[in-house]
């Protein structure tokens, strides 16, 4: 797992580092700060080359002209192509440090960065650009091996918190069947925050799939009846599952769920962190999703949870952790921290 991240020269962040990171770590910020661009920073440091292909709408799906070649020159802090982004991880033992760069050079440019990869081409008002990548482990004697995982293989996982669709879930959990393993582990998990469960059972209605639960009624009763929270939890276990991702990323988590479910989401989130050995990233707007955080992990043991508030502080994003105590002040005292 990583301890601390430090970003420089990408998006907003001239020099940002965050940490002490814990297994589960909440960002809270106000609106353009940059609590989606440091999610985005993750996901390019750890699947590199394997983030590029969908990265401009991993987590700014919409189609404003951004998305097209003005995307990528926004990657770099204040529009700079001269600039070199670092993104750079350390953690515990020393040998899953890894470090990201991005530069850009001009097509015709003699001399090719040493160490790069050219892993896109961009135009911007009429110019051209290259964009190199480069990352270390993976480089050896100066042969390039860039980085090429993705949500699919290992690598950070992106999770969709737009509301779910029964049908997509069901055939989601299908998959999760055919894992070994898979179905059992889904019902170990989900019988944390729902004891009387006892078996998943998927099921064809016409055409479609679908997904009840076994909770000692005298019939079955689909997993939409059991509430928001349940539904969201099966579906987060599902994705972390399918993907084997080791660290997972969440924007907005609270989108689509009632406040009086989160509790119950991140009970979900912080079980199958610790089973699965995965970090998990997420942003909050809500005072209420922070608290019910702050609640849940509050009786775990070991704490592995920590707040972090992105703040403008000279003109220049810089970030304040929340340990438990300082968390459990703030609550307490109604400290405005998002």
């Known amino acids: 797992m990583y301890a601390n991240l430090r970003i420089q020269n990408f998006r907003g962040f001239r020099d940002l580092t965050v940490g002490p990171l814990q297994r589960v770590n909440l960002l809270v910020a106000k609106n353009n700060v940059g609590k989606t661009a440091f999610l985005e920073a993750v996901t390019l440091l750890v699947n590199g080359q394997g983030a590029l292909q969908s990265f401009p709408k991993s987590f700014r799906n919409s189609d404003h002209p951004e998305q097209g070649s003005e995307f990528w020159v926004w990657l770099f802090h204040g529009r700079d192509c001269a600039s070199v982004a670092f993104i750079t991880a350390t953690g515990s033992d020393p040998k899953a440090n890894q470090s990201l760069q991005l530069r850009c050079t001009e097509p015709d440019a003699k001399n090719s960065p040493k160490g790069f990869e050219n892993v896109h081409d961009f135009q911007v008002e009429g ?86 639960a076994d909770i000692g009624l005298s019939e079955l009763i689909p997993v939409s009846q059991l509430g928001q929270g349940f539904s969201r939890v099966l579906s987060i276990y599902s994705s972390i599952l399918l993907s084997e991702a080791k660290v997972f990323l969440i924007d907005e988590v609270e989108n689509g769920i009632h406040y009086s479910a989160l509790e119950q989401v991140w009970q979900g989130l912080a079980e199958v962190a610790e089973r699965e050995n995965v970090q998990i990233f997420a942003t909050t707007h809500s005072w209420e999703c922070l608290v019910a955080a702050g609640k849940v992990f509050a009786k775990r043991t070991p704490y592995d949870f920590a707040v972090h508030r992105l703040q403008i502080v000279d003109d220049r994003v810089e970030a304040k952790t929340y340990d438990r105590e300082t968390l459990a002040t703030s609550i307490e005292q109604g400290f405005e921290i998002r």
């Open 127 to 212: 110019k051209q650009y290259r964009l190199w990548l480069r990352t270390e482990p993976e480089m050896v004697q100066h042969q390039v091996q860039v980085r090429n995982l993705n949500e699919t293989n290992g690598g950070a996982k992106i999770f969709a918190t737009n509301p779910m669709n029964p049908i997509e879930e069901a055939k989601k959990y299908f998959k999760v069947m055919k894992k070994k393993g898979g179905e059992e582990k889904v019902q170990s998990l989900l019988q944390v925050i729902e004891p009387r469960l006892t078996k998943i059972r998927p099921a064809q209605i016409g055409q479609q799939p679908s997904i009840y």
